[in-house]
């Protein structure tokens, strides 16, 4: 028999994910985009679905034995601000580092050697040699370097490209230096890659303006994997359309992305539907560290993760 008493935990999974369940806890398997539970009240550590809808958010105020959110992404925008003061955050850092690392060495490789432009050939039944740049002998510029900019170098390096990286504040790690924001705008300039993945905050919104993309060099490849609101898509689309600069996004302002916008006919640009996490690798990442998160939890040890603006 469940003890009423045993904190409650709300899961966007079946527990018997997590193998071994943590004892002293009970469990509901719990997507408030669909259902809202009258124990809502009795929550003390929520679980957020991989997808957040704003329904994720508007639970948390009626929650009031809430004591952990644990998102399953990455970037905690949809959250943080809804999150009551007193409750701990954490967000899901080492659950994507894999795919989107994976994806983002897709992208530059892709919009480098222009794969879009190979399958439209092939869609036309033409035959077209051409030659491309390649990463190899590259400048890449890597703006935000938590532990997924960590995996994107690790997969970048063997490339023979050279990995500048970039943060919100300058700091000596064991892979190099790291320089801190303030010098973005004199290092952009010699990048022909620059990637962001940085999360959104009121410091990195609109981060790239015309005036950085304006600094960037003829032919530079800009890959945003971190959020659409990053870049001024405006600015971002008057230099594609001049036929300046090339880019790769995995994510935009609105998604998903409409219809009937001027994003998807922009000449030079490779559009990916926000899937960096999205693959095979992503849940038996997330399940690891959801159980270790409820260990801890459970035998009241500090959680990994609290989110401290570090990026």
């Known amino acids: 028999m469940t003890d009423q008493r045993e904190p409650l935990v709300w899961l966007p999974f079946d527990?018997?994910?997590?193998?071994?369940?943590?004892?002293?806890?009970?469990?509901?398997?719990?997507?408030?985009?669909?259902?809202?539970?009258?124990?809502?009240?009795?929550?003390?550590?929520?679980?957020?679905?991989?997808?957040?809808?704003?329904?994720?958010?508007?639970?948390?105020?009626?929650?009031?034995?809430?004591?952990?959110?644990?998102?399953?992404?990455?970037?905690?925008?949809n959250v943080r601000s809804r999150v009551p003061e007193g409750v701990t955050l954490c967000n899901g850092r080492g659950i994507h580092d894999t795919s989107t690392a994976e994806l983002t060495l897709t992208l530059v490789l892709a919009a480098l050697r222009d794969v879009p432009g190979m399958v439209r050939d092939q869609d036309q039944h033409r035959?077209?040699?051409?030659?491309?740049?390649?990463?190899?002998?590259?400048?890449?510029?890597?703006?935000g370097y938590g532990a997924i900019g960590q995996a994107i170098e690790d997969r970048l390096l063997p490339n023979e490209c050279e990995v500048v990286k970039v943060a919100r504040t300058a700091r000596e790690t064991e892979r190099g230096p790291v320089h801190g924001f303030d010098e973005l705008p004199d290092l952009v300039g010699d990048a022909d890659v620059v990637v962001l993945i940085v999360p959104l905050t009121d410091e990195t919104r609109g981060l790239v303006d015309a005036d950085l993309l304006a600094r960037m060099k003829d032919g530079a490849l800009l890959v945003n994997m971190a959020r659409g609101p990053v870049v001024v898509t405006?600015?971002?689309?008057?230099?594609?359309?001049?036929?300046?600069?090339?880019?790769?996004?995995?994510?935009?302002d609105t998604e998903p992305l409409?219809?009937?916008?001027?994003?998807?006919?922009?000449?030079?640009?490779?559009?990916?539907?926000?899937?960096?996490?999205?693959?095979?690798?992503?849940?038996?990442?997330?399940?690891?560290?959801?159980?270790?998160?409820?260990?801890?939890?459970?035998?009241?040890?500090?959680?990994?993760?609290?989110?401290?603006g570090e990026y």
Do not use: C, I
């Open 234 to 252: 405006a600015d971002l689309l008057a230099e594609l359309h001049a036929g300046r600069l090339v880019a790769a996004v995995d994510v935009v």
């Open 127 to 143: 035959w077209n040699t051409r030659w491309r740049p390649s990463l190899a002998d590259k400048r890449v510029l890597l703006v």
């Open 258 to 308: 409409p219809a009937d916008d001027p994003l998807w006919d922009a000449p030079g640009l490779l559009v990916s539907p926000h899937v960096g996490g999205a693959t095979s690798a992503m849940w038996p990442r997330a399940h690891r560290l959801v159980r270790e998160q409820l260990e801890r939890y459970a035998a009241g040890e500090p959680l990994h993760n609290q989110m401290t």
């Open 15 to 77: 527990p018997a994910e997590l193998g071994e369940v943590p004892r002293g806890l009970r469990y509901e398997v719990v997507d408030p985009r669909e259902h809202v539970p009258d124990t809502v009240a009795d929550v003390a550590f929520y679980v957020t679905p991989y997808a957040m809808g704003p329904q994720v958010g508007d639970v948390l105020e009626r929650m009031s034995g809430l004591q952990v959110v644990q998102t399953l992404s990455a970037g905690v925008d």
